[in-house]
Structures are given as structure tokens and as C-alpha cells.
């Protein structure tokens, strides 16, 4: 008599269960971490019984290494193991939540301090919001290991490919794909308008650069005048709009969040260097940021609200730093976009206006 056929639903649960890696500790290691809790639980007291877990840890992680033996998994494409762990972390991912495919997300500026930056693109059929697979990645950040990442559906980044992003441009190359498991056409880099998308990216920043200006300009009459109140709301729409646009223009995801802390968050995916600006008085620049996070209500509506000119004093000269660096580094990043070296011969195409993008 033949063997009951797996079902998709539990050949699913099984391939998540087969291929759990943990970036930290082998398969092996976690049974024997495991089986040193229970020991130690049952110890302190607790009724004896517990040692029959025991045997049942045995039994699963048996269950488990059967299991891999027998699914035997399509092969994919992998990156060599890279330095520090990465290697594992993409397997690690990939067995949790079956992308299409990740790439490493090097930025033009500042590659260095990337090492784990990735461009994670899930199946167009993925039934969950991108919010809870982002919840099973964040779980990857354990003991002290920061990862940085993007996550979008397949169909997404091809349409961001196709409008012109910078950002997922450089990124969908072949020498940055880490992991393909080969079931949904990659993004095609191979009709790309380098200089339509250079001049789209800088019109959309210099707008929202030069509506910043005059925002930081409005602050520096009103501290002049003694007019105070005013001051840090002027200063935050200033450092708002600068760092909003500076996303907007490298990777056309249309950000709508007036928190500077968040916007330096996808600074953070997107142009990394901005967010190291003033990486020696981190302390300093978190309670400047947390002011005027706080004042961008309260110089509105409250009766209350009350501020120093000392305070408003730095935090114009910081205004008046901060929104030109990052003017620079976002030009740097527009001037040095070249995929000419990464994917051939640029075909000329023509891309849509910036208006007409959503």
C-alpha cells in the first residue's frame, strides 16, 4: 500500500521547520541547548516528570533531520559564505520566509559600513503584510548583530526598476543577488535611461531641498526678531522636507511620515551616509531630535510652550549643516549612479514623468 500523500500545507511547514537555521547555533547545538534547559529546570525542583521531555527533544530533532533528507529542497542560488555570518543569515531568511530573491543593497557612499544591508523581494502570492514578515527578520537581530534591510513583493521592485530608482537599480545586479530560488523573473536593469533618471531623482530633491531652505531661513528671521515660538516648527518642516525628499529621490518609495527619527530610519536603507553625519555626539543629536520632534506640535497648539534661545541657537547652526551635507551626499549619490559597468550597454528609453508616477 503506497504512503499518504503530503499535503502542500504541511510540505510548506516542514520545509520552514528543515530549513530553520540559526545564524548563531548549528541544528545540533540548539538540542543540546535544549536538553540543558530541561536538566537544569527539573534541578531547581520541578516534578520529575519533565525528564520525559526528553526523549521527545530526541524524537523531534530525529523527525527533523529525516525530514531534510527526504524533502530534498530544489537547489538555489546562493552567495558565497561572506564575512561575519552573512552567508548564514541569508539562509536563515530564506528558509523562514521563501523569498524570491535577496539581494545585497550596497550603497554608493559609505559601502563600508553596510555589511548587512539587503534587498529582500517576496513572491507576488505572499498572503501576509509585509509588517509581519518583517517581524520574522527583526528576530534575526540578537545579540547585538544589526541588520538593515528593505523589503517589498517581486512585482514592487520590478516596478521601481522600471520608474527609475536608484537605489533598487544598483541593487538588482548579478553580482549583488545572494539568493534566487528561480520561480518569478527577476527585475530587467537592461533598459535603463541613466540620464533621464538622473535628472528625474535631482528635480525631485532640489524641490524639496530648496522648500527647506526657506523654511531654515524663516527660522533664523524669527530668532532674530525674538519671535522664539516658532523657531523649532520652522526648523523640523526645514530637516522634514530636506531628509523626505532625499528618500523620495534615490528610491522613489513615496514616504508619508512627518517623524525625522523615522526618516532618518530609511535614511538609513537608502542613503546610509546621511544618517553618520554627526556620528561623534550621537547623544547630543537624539535629544536635538527628540526637541523638535515635540515642538512640531507644541509651537501650534500648546499655551505652555516655552524655549531657550540658546537651544534654538545650535539648533539652527545644526539645521544649517545638516541640509547642505546632505544636499552633497545626495548629489553624490545621483552624479555616481553609472549602471553602464553593471549591466552593459544602457538601451535609451524614455521613463515616465515624475508626476506621473504614484
Not at 154 to 168: A, D, M, P
Not at 184 to 211: I, N, Q, W
Not at 307 to 331: F, G, S, Y
Request: proline share 6%; net charge negative.
Amino acid at each position: 500500500m503506497s504512503a499518504p500523500a503530503i499535503t502542500p500545507k504541511l510540505y510548506k511547514s516542514l520545509q520552514g521547520l528543515v530549513h530553520f537555521s540559526s545564524p548563531y547555533l548549528s541544528r545540533e547545538d540548539i538540542r543540546d541547548l535544549l536538553a540543558d534547559l530541561i536538566v537544569q529546570q527539573a534541578g531547581r525542583g520541578t516534578a520529575g516528570f519533565i525528564f520525559d521531555v526528553l526523549p521527545q527533544v530526541d524524537k523531534m530533532f530525529d523527525f527533523v533531520a529525516a525530514a531534510a533528507a527526504e524533502l530534498q529542497q530544489p537547489s538555489v542560488e546562493t552567495a558565497e559564505p561572506g564575512p561575519g555570518g552573512l552567508h548564514e543569515i541569508i539562509e536563515w531568511i530564506a528558509g523562514m520566509l521563501n523569498p524570491v530573491c535577496i539581494y545585497r543593497a550596497s550603497p554608493l557612499v559609505g559601502a563600508e559600513s553596510q555589511a548587512f544591508s539587503l534587498l529582500i523581494a517576496m513572491p507576488t502570492t505572499a498572503n501576509k503584510r509585509l509588517s509581519d514578515y518583517s517581524s520574522v527578520i527583526n528576530t534575526v537581530c540578537l545579540q547585538a548583530r544589526e541588520i538593515n534591510y528593505t523589503l517589498c513583493k517581486i512585482g514592487q521592485l520590478r516596478k521601481y526598476v522600471e520608474v527609475g530608482s536608484i537605489f533598487h537599480i544598483s541593487a538588482c545586479t548579478a553580482e549583488h543577488l545572494l539568493y534566487y530560488n528561480g520561480r518569478e523573473p527577476l527585475p530587467d536593469c537592461s533598459h535603463v535611461a541613466v540620464e533621464s533618471v538622473k535628472e528625474c531623482a535631482m528635480a525631485r530633491f532640489t524641490t524639496g531641498y530648496c522648500r527647506g531652505r526657506a523654511f531654515a531661513d524663516g527660522a533664523r528671521y524669527y530668532l532674530e526678531h525674538g519671535q522664539y515660538e516658532m523657531v523649532p516648527f520652522m526648523l523640523h518642516q526645514a530637516i522634514e522636507l530636506t531628509l523626505l525628499h532625499a528618500v523620495i529621490a534615490i528610491s522613489r518609495v513615496g514616504i508619508h511620515d512627518h517623524s525625522i527619527s523615522n526618516l532618518l530610519k530609511h535614511c538609513g536603507r537608502f542613503a546610509p551616509p546621511i544618517t553618520k553625519l554627526f556620528p561623534g555626539d550621537e547623544k547630543t543629536e537624539t535629544r536635538l531630535i527628540a526637541f523638535l520632534e515635540a515642538s512640531y506640535l507644541d509651537a501650534r497648539y500648546s499655551d505652555h510652550y516655552e524655549v531657550v534661545e540658546e537651544q534654538l541657537t545650535t539648533l539652527c547652526h545644526w539645521a544649517d549643516v545638516l541640509l547642505p551635507a546632505t544636499q552633497a551626499i545626495v548629489c553624490e549619490l545621483i552624479n555616481g549612479f553609472d549602471p553602464v559597468q553593471q549591466h552593459g550597454v544602457i538601451q535609451t528609453s524614455e521613463l515616465p514623468k515624475p508626476e506621473a508616477i504614484t
